[in-house]
């Protein structure tokens, strides 16, 4: 017996292959069908070839840009302040393919085209499946739009360098870039979403720029080439754009402290930042930052239900190709009744996700020439970004646990999506905040109300679970004792209408007849997993599956 085989201890048996390439859009149904029954059909090639090389090239980008964190340089070898981040080689190349395809300005590009924001949902939801962490600069580039056109001069300036699809990192005054970002910055120590508690000042001068003196707690992806940034001026709070440089080339008084010691999202940095008399152009008047600011907002928040949902989406594909060439106690793990059941309600739960975040897109695409859908985007978002992104956390979880203790390992994506579950609740208004602006437009903007209970009624009659919940739903609306106490239930329960209404509405009876009788008939209980016997499983996990 040669040493060699003597001690070999084991063959390497009941494992899963790696998934192999795959396209992203083109094996996603509830997507391609989401996509089409909400107008951005059209975009199906374009869709098509980012999904591609996300399922291949840039997945694997993904793993290397979490794998080397950003680092950041505050002076060069001789001493001088700098404040640059560094970055991985292939977190370029993932802020490449996602600007190229256009996840920030995709929409506004195509701005003639009915459905344009949602194509660009999907794209956005095609790439955040490869790494969340390029949706923080792209997002806020592709929101700060309507903000800027708040200021005729600056939108004249720095739009077409926004909307480009051109990636270009270097460190230089946007005039000399082919491509530009934009960031945020508003929150504070002292007030987090309590904005109006900022104490950054910016302090008018005889050209009518402005210096900024303060600070923000949170300035997110600092390498962008400006931020939007609030402060308090004679006026009251306002909004600021904040470039890297200065009219002159010199580099703005921005000196970024720290980069933040994240949870998840490691691909991307978030800073501290001090402002030391930086440069600033107002947007919009003085006194109206909020406003200003919730042009950007309204679009970031659908960005977070987007990359939630994209995150579902993806933990629901590992989950179900783990569990397609496991085997345990005799059976392949996918064929066992209790795990089917579990996938079947991973599955169910992200194609609702999937559903409501394309319908607020398409409602956000009509605003501009439909009050009725423009006052359904602004409560169905608030609506959407609660629930979706609350659901998150505990979906990716359970996927998580499909692929038992190598599920909780770092050389899987599974690790990666559970760190980044919790962000999109916490980024762009916690929970409590969306519960309270859902209540604000229920109480005090009656086209939100009555644009939210027109799409519901449209279901109505068309499954009786859905019926009842919704004369529930109603009632609960009229008692307006300890109503904000309430809110969080009353949202929730608008969040599982909405969806279940979109489902219903949709070309897939099973699918929605299961949503309903388990989110409002309550035939389900508080895990995933607990679908009744009469269940879709076959069809709810076929129409999820990556075959390739």
């Known amino acids: 017996?040669?040493?060699?085989?003597?001690?070999?201890?084991?063959?390497?048996?009941?494992?899963?292959?790696?998934?192999?390439?795959?396209?992203?859009?083109?094996?996603?149904?509830?997507?391609?069908?989401?996509?089409?029954?909400?107008?951005?059909?059209?975009?199906?090639?374009?869709?098509?070839?980012?999904?591609?090389?996300?399922?291949?090239?840039?997945?694997?980008?993904?793993?290397?840009?979490?794998?080397?964190?950003?680092?950041?340089?505050?002076?060069?070898?001789?001493?001088?302040?700098?404040?640059?981040?560094?970055?991985?080689?292939?977190?370029?190349?993932?802020?490449?393919?996602?600007?190229?395809?256009?996840?920030?300005?995709?929409?506004?590009?195509?701005?003639?085209?009915?459905?344009?924001?949602?194509?660009?949902?999907?794209?956005?939801?095609?790439?955040?499946?490869?790494?969340?962490?390029?949706?923080?600069?792209?997002?806020?580039?592709?929101?700060?739009?309507?903000?800027?056109?708040?200021?005729?001069?600056?939108?004249?300036?720095?739009?077409?360098?926004?909307?480009?699809?051109?990636?270009?990192?270097?460190?230089?005054?946007?005039?000399?870039?082919?491509?530009?970002?934009?960031?945020?910055?508003?929150?504070?120590?002292?007030?987090?979403?309590?904005?109006?508690?900022?104490?950054?000042?910016?302090?008018?001068?005889?050209?009518?720029t402005y210096e900024l003196v303060g600070h923000k707690w949170f300035f997110s992806?600092?390498?962008?080439?400006?931020?939007?940034?609030?402060?308090?001026?004679?006026?009251?709070?306002?909004?600021?754009?904040?470039?890297?440089?200065?009219?002159?080339?010199?580099?703005?008084?921005?000196?970024?402290?720290?980069?933040?010691?994240?949870?998840?999202?490691?691909?991307?940095?978030?800073?501290e930042v001090e402002f030391r008399g930086a440069f600033g152009e107002l947007v919009g008047g003085e006194g109206r930052g909020i406003v200003t600011i919730l042009d950007m907002v309204a679009l970031t928040r659908l960005d977070c239900m987007i990359g939630s949902a994209s995150q579902m989406r993806q933990a629901t594909v590992q989950a179900l190709h783990h569990t397609r060439q496991r085997?345990?106690?005799?059976?392949?793990?996918?064929?066992?009744?209790?795990?089917?059941?579990?996938?079947?309600?991973?599955?169910?739960?992200?194609?609702?996700?999937?559903?409501?975040?394309?319908?607020?897109?398409?409602?956000?695409?009509?605003?501009?020439?439909?009050?009725?859908?423009?006052?359904?985007?602004?409560?169905?978002?608030?609506?959407?970004?609660?629930?979706?992104?609350?659901?998150?956390?505990?979906h990716i979880n359970e996927a998580q646990e499909c692929l038992g203790g190598i599920g909780y390992v770092e050389e899987t994506m599974m690790p990666r999506l559970y760190r980044q579950a919790p962000l999109n609740s916490i980024w762009e208004g916690s929970g409590n905040v969306q519960c309270l602006d859902v209540l604000r437009a229920l109480r005090k903007e009656p086209a939100s109300r009555d644009t939210l209970f027109d799409e519901l009624a449209a279901a109505r009659g068309l499954d009786p679970a859905y019926d009842a919940e919704l004369a529930a739903f109603t009632s609960s609306l009229d008692d307006v004792e300890n109503l904000e106490y309430r809110s969080r239930f009353i949202v929730e329960r608008a969040a599982l209408l909405l969806q279940a209404s979109i489902l219903l509405k949709s070309a897939n009876p099973a699918v929605a007849a299961s949503f309903s009788r388990s989110r409002l008939g309550k035939e389900h209980g508080l895990a995933f997993g607990t679908l009744g016997p009469d269940a879709p499983t076959t069809l709810l996990i076929e129409r999820a599956t990556v075959m390739v």
Not at 228 to 245: D, K, M, T, Y
Not at 246 to 269: C, F, H, M, V, Y
């Open 1 to 208: 017996m040669s040493l060699t085989s003597q001690f070999q201890t084991h063959e390497v048996q009941n494992q899963p292959e790696e998934l192999k390439e795959y396209n992203v859009w083109e094996t996603d149904i509830a997507l391609r069908e989401a996509v089409e029954h909400n107008g951005g059909g059209w975009a199906h090639g374009h869709l098509s070839e980012y999904g591609s090389l996300v399922g291949g090239e840039l997945v694997r980008a993904g793993y290397e840009a979490n794998e080397n964190r950003p680092r950041l340089r505050s002076f060069d070898r001789y001493g001088r302040r700098i404040d640059e981040v560094e970055f991985h080689p292939a977190y370029h190349r993932l802020m490449a393919e996602a600007m190229r395809h256009g996840m920030n300005g995709f929409a506004w590009r195509n701005a003639n085209r009915t459905g344009a924001h949602v194509a660009r949902a999907a794209v956005m939801y095609i790439g955040s499946q490869a790494d969340a962490g390029v949706g923080c600069p792209m997002s806020m580039t592709h929101a700060a739009i309507p903000a800027l056109r708040r200021a005729p001069a600056l939108a004249e300036k720095w739009i077409p360098k926004l909307i480009s699809t051109e990636y270009d990192p270097r460190s230089l005054p946007m005039e000399q870039k082919t491509g530009c970002t934009i960031g945020m910055g508003m929150t504070e120590k002292q007030g987090g979403s309590d904005v109006r508690s900022n104490t950054t000042r910016a302090i008018r001068q005889p050209d009518g």
């Open 327 to 394: 085997k345990a106690f005799g059976a392949y793990l996918l064929n066992q009744p209790l795990m089917r059941n579990v996938l079947a309600d991973l599955t169910l739960e992200s194609e609702a996700a999937l559903a409501l975040t394309i319908r607020v897109a398409r409602a956000i695409d009509a605003a501009g020439h439909d009050q009725s859908e423009a006052a359904f985007a602004r409560i169905a978002t608030a609506i959407g970004k609660y629930w979706v992104c609350k659901r998150a956390p505990p």
């Open 221 to 271: 992806a600092p390498m962008c080439d400006a931020h939007l940034v609030l402060a308090q001026a004679e006026g009251g709070l306002s909004c600021f754009l904040v470039p890297r440089f200065r009219p002159d080339g010199s580099r703005n008084a921005t000196e970024i402290q720290r980069l933040k010691d994240k949870l998840g999202d490691w691909s991307n940095a978030s800073s």
